[in-house]
């Protein structure tokens, strides 16, 4: 079969004219149901982002990390918080959030996921927590051996209303890659929709997908700030490192956590009065002879 000259017949422009339409009609027109599709996606993209802008957010009261979260934890998103194996700095510094979280909510229940290995050392003491000023009424534990149970009743409870905060120990379910992070999407979504703060707790795991990463180490607590007879300071001090938020800042620093008052403070700042446990009277006089003597 013979191509057409496009070229040489006819009058030379007109030819080409004609050529370069023929060609033109060869490409198909962008459909519109291709840009309707499009529009809606990006009408999508805006409303969940403006959802996110219009969460709340829990202040730490320290103003380098409120800084760097610009105001504070976000509601409505999912926070990881990982943490070294046998160094329950990170659970410590999640129950201290926790804490600022129920000063604001006297009611709705925290909700706290995790398996029978949980940090490698066994479930949180119920009977202990009063101990950093925590009421454990106000916890519903779920316990499940299997850690995609265990993380689907996480996902399930942070679509849930009503719920201050939702933990979940995912233990080994970080290791599959694909599947930590498309269920990490999905949590997304679900803390959007229920509107509560989700914190996962764990060894180090991709934070793509969530909102902030976090990396919280035990660290030596020094000596009362003011004092003159070198008494050692017996608060949690944990090493706290911001690193990754969706602006794109980070920061660190080490944070003591006062039981008695549920504030974290600054270790780099010097508190203007010692602990409320190092105020008391020091007297020779009031110790049995046993022990003046």
Known sequence: MQAPNLTSSGSGKGAKAKAGLHLYDQVPPVC????????AELKTQLKQAD???????????????DTALSGGLRFGHVHLMTGRPFDGAATGFVLALLRLLM??????????CSPHHAGQAGHILASALPALGISPSRFIFVHDQHPKRLMGAFE????TRSILAVVGEYGLFSR??????RWARRCRLAAQTGGG???????PAPVSGFETGWQITSAPGGRVAGSTAGD???????????????????CADRLRYDGLTGRLHSQSAQLSTPPAYTDRTRSDAALPASLSA
């Open 51 to 65: 959802t996110a802008r219009s969460f709340p957010a829990l202040a730490l009261g320290v103003d380098k990390f």
């Open 32 to 39: 519109s149901v291709q840009k309707a599709d499009r529009f």
């Open 156 to 159: 399930e409870v942070l679509q």
């Open 176 to 181: 599959n890659i694909t599947a930590w992070q």
């Open 103 to 112: 000063e604001q909510d006297k009611t709705a229940p925290v909700i706290w």
């Open 232 to 250: 050692q300071d017996w608060r949690p001090c944990w090493a706290v490192q911001l690193d990754y938020t969706r602006q794109g800042t980070s």
């Open 197 to 203: 703060i989700g914190m996962l707790l764990g060894a």
